[in-house]
Nanobody, 124 residues
Framework: VQLQASGGGLVQAGGSLRLSCVAS????????MGWFRQAPGKEREFVAG????????FYADSVKGRFTISRDNARNTVYLQMNSLKPEDTAVYYC??????????????????WGQGTQVTVSS
């Protein structure tokens, strides 16, 4: 499975961005999908995850109420809508696919495929 993330950019605090991640080479509807992020000098951390059907969603506490994950299985795409952005949201954002098909998991090592990352920079 190949994952291609896009949609990052520079935005002022309080602004919004929508990230997209298109999958190819596999059966998208069989993968739990997640978004992670990595800021300079920090570990890669879980941001949000979504179940196979899209009914189950899980968020890190730091983004709950501001970010929304969704998926379109017909388009092989997962999205991350980011609102009320803060400078501390600045990071490279990665989409990831978990082929286990189980519930949403939050650990980096449980995801099998990764996109190349897209930079999100939030200015104060």
């Amino acid at each position: 499975v190949q994952l291609q993330a896009s949609g990052g950019g520079l935005v002022q605090a309080g602004g919004s961005l929508r990230l997209s991640c298109v999958a190819s080479g596999g059966i998208f509807s069989r993968y739990v999908m997640g978004w992670f992020r990595q800021a300079p000098g920090k570990e890669r951390e879980f941001v949000a995850g979504i179940s196979l059907s899209g009914a189950g969603k899980f968020y890190a506490d730091s983004v709950k109420g501001r970010f929304t994950i969704s998926r379109d299985n017909a388009r092989n795409t997962v999205y991350l809508q980011m609102n009320s952005l803060k400078p501390e949201d600045t990071a490279v954002y990665y989409c990831a696919a978990d082929r286990s098909g189980l519930s949403v998991r939050t650990t980096r090592g449980e995801y099998d495929y990764w996109g190349q990352g897209t930079q999100v920079t939030v200015s104060s």
